[in-house]
């Protein structure tokens, strides 16, 4: 039998409050640690009962990150395999609901053996288990995880028993990252230190001592509260990390390695760093890439989850809005992104022509009615001043829907996620989802996931792969053009230019480049596979056209 691998775990945690970047610290520290040879893999942990993010509303949640096995995930998931240009499974996410989901099963299994079942140590077992699990599969040297929610508050501290748990079991093996932030109130004026001391303490009373403090903050730490927070957190005074608010979150490894984060880690988790060279210096191209750019590519993100409360939530469509950026850095031009609200039109506090204005229009997922007609308004107006459009899977659904309406005339055309009733359902429930529905059967019940699609010859889809013919993209998504209309949709111009093995999904449509610079959905979320160093070629294709 092969000798399994002994790896080397980090935890990270966040003190003070949430938002401080614990998910873009954890890939950052991944990041660096890569770039000195090591396998690094990375989980989350997220502590909501749920059992994944695919029924949680966007707008409470953020986007759901969906990977190529399926799983429904947390945002944090796509920075870590963004930032460390890896692929994650299932086994890489837990939350509170799938761990005692998976407890339950095996008690009623009878895998216990008749024992007592105890939320301590039994639960905190299952989770030192996976995330045994999820480093044996990647094989990694170093394993990342990164426990949601603030220390101090009740939801995570199972997790925080797991972690004590698992330091006790490899004393050399764990080290424990605190993200905690120190605000600056503008009438004090000064940086400070006490919310940081308490969570380091409460922290303490979970039977964790933290090995390196990052401390967030709008400016760079200074010496003065660095050896206060050693001081009464009892870490050494190298041990405080400084992160100041940044420009650019790719700066963030950047800036941990020239504080030295990578062989402060080491020495924490007792790895020699003798013959140790770090190469950071694709990442480091990549950034100078991104900066000093001149012209700038202007581009409407119309979309139907920006509202929240009186703010507005970019989050959701975090994949989208990072892969615009790749590809306009790769080719040289500054992203502009503007969200707009689809509601901003119904409700007439937004003119449909102030779209003119941009050089590209894209419209990403989403579900349900609200926010549905002002996205179609978009599409048409893209379409009829031949403004470059990309839709996202519900972007190519009512692409469709706009199509049939405005151009074949069928003026009620819908899909029957909306109305059911409507005489020309161009966008209708898959088959194998309908039972799934019919039993109130909401989880995990979309197509999901990876899956091949075919794609047709001299198609803007074609040459934006690079003339391969099949091509592996994520789904999430229910419904599906309706194959009684895709004739007479072709007839009427539109190609389906990508479809499912079997010929029976549409899954990319466009308008050919003669009537349209670019008129583009996919069924698939091609934001998902968009990396820094490896921009997603539709959303480059995309780009192009909005250029010129
Ligand atoms: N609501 C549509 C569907 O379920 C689109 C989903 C999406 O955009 N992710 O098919």
């Known amino acids: 039998m092969v000798k399994k691998k002994k790896h080397k775990y980090i935890f990270v945690v966040g003190g003070v409050m949430s938002g401080v970047g614990k998910g873009i610290t954890s890939s950052s520290i991944g990041t660096i640690l890569k770039a000195r040879g090591f396998n690094v893999t990375a989980l989350k942990i997220d502590p909501y009962i749920n059992v994944d993010a695919g029924t949680m509303n966007p707008t409470e949640h953020g986007e759901v990150f969906v990977l190529s096995d399926g799983d429904e995930t947390d945002q944090d998931m ?41 939320v301590v140590p039994d639960i905190p077992i299952e989770v030192n288990k996976r995330i045994e699990k999820a480093s044996d599969i990647a094989n990694s040297d170093i394993t990342i995880i990164e426990i949601g929610g603030t220390i101090g508050e009740y ?27 120190l605000p600056m109130p503008s009438k004090i004026g000064e940086m400070k230190t006490k919310p940081t001391q308490y969570a380091a303490r409460t922290l303490n009373g979970a039977g964790i001592q933290a090995d390196i403090i990052v401390a967030r903050s709008e400016l760079l730490i200074d010496n003065k509260r660095k050896d206060k927070i050693a001081l009464f957190c009892n870490i050494d005074h190298e041990n405080v990390i400084s992160a100041p608010d940044v420009d650019s979150i790719y700066d963030v490894p950047v ?24 190469n950071l210096s694709d990442w480091k191209k990549f950034i100078a890439k991104s900066k000093n750019l001149n012209e700038e590519v202007n581009i409407a993100v119309v979309g139907k989850y920006f509202d929240s409360g009186d703010f507005v939530l970019s989050d959701v469509y975090i994949s989208v809005l990072e892969a615009i950026k790749y590809s306009a850095y790769s080719l040289g031009k500054k992203p502009k992104i503007h969200c707009i609200n689809s509601k901003d039109f119904e409700k007439g506090n937004l003119k449909i022509n102030t779209l003119k204005k941009y050089d590209g229009i894209l419209v990403p997922g989403g579900f349900g009615e609200a926010g549905i007609e002002g996205l179609v308004e978009t599409i048409r107006f893209a379409r009829e001043n031949k403004i470059p459009y990309f839709g996202l899977c519900y972007g190519m659904q009512l692409m469709i829907i706009e199509y049939a309406r ?8 819908n899909t029957t996620e909306i109305n059911p009733k409507s005489s020309h359902l161009v966008i209708d429930i898959m088959l194998d989802q309908k039972k799934k529905l019919e039993e109130n059967n909401y989880g995990n019940s979309m197509r999901l996931g990876s899956y091949e699609a075919n794609l047709k010859k ?14 592996i993209e994520r789904h999430r998504h229910r419904y599906e053009v309706n194959p009684k209309y895709i004739e007479e949709i072709e007839k009427a111009g539109l190609i389906f230019s990508g479809t499912s093995p079997d010929g029976k999904l549409m899954e990319i ?40």
Not at 260 to 276: E, H, M, R, Y
Not at 458 to 471: C, Q, R, S, W
Not at 511 to 539: C, D, N
Request: charged share 25%; proline share 5%; net charge positive.
């Open 406 to 413: 405005n151009v074949l005339n069928w003026k009620d055309a």
């Open 509 to 548: 449509a466009e308008l050919p480049k003669s009537i349209h610079p670019f008129f583009l959905g996919v069924q698939f979320h091609p934001e998902f596979l968009a990396r820094p160093l490896s921009p997603h070629p539709l959303f480059t294709e995309f780009l192009k056209a909005t250029i010129k």
């Open 155 to 181: 939801q995570n501290i199972i997790f925080l028993e797991a972690a004590r748990m698992l330091k006790t079991k490899y004393p050399k093996d764990v080290a424990f990252v605190m993200v905690s932030y």
């Open 458 to 471: 001299d198609t803007i889809a074609h040459k934006a792969y690079g003339g391969k013919e099949k091509i």
């Open 78 to 118: 796509g920075n870590y395999e963004r930032f460390l240009d890896i692929d994650l499974t299932h086994t890489n996410y837990m939350t509170t609901g799938r761990v005692y989901l998976e407890v339950i099963k095996k008690e009623r299994n009878l895998e216990y053996k008749g024992k007592n079942v105890e």
């Open 255 to 278: 800036n941990f390695e020239k504080d030295n984060l990578g062989i402060k880690l080491c020495k924490v988790l007792n790895i020699s760093t003798k013959n140790q060279v770090t």
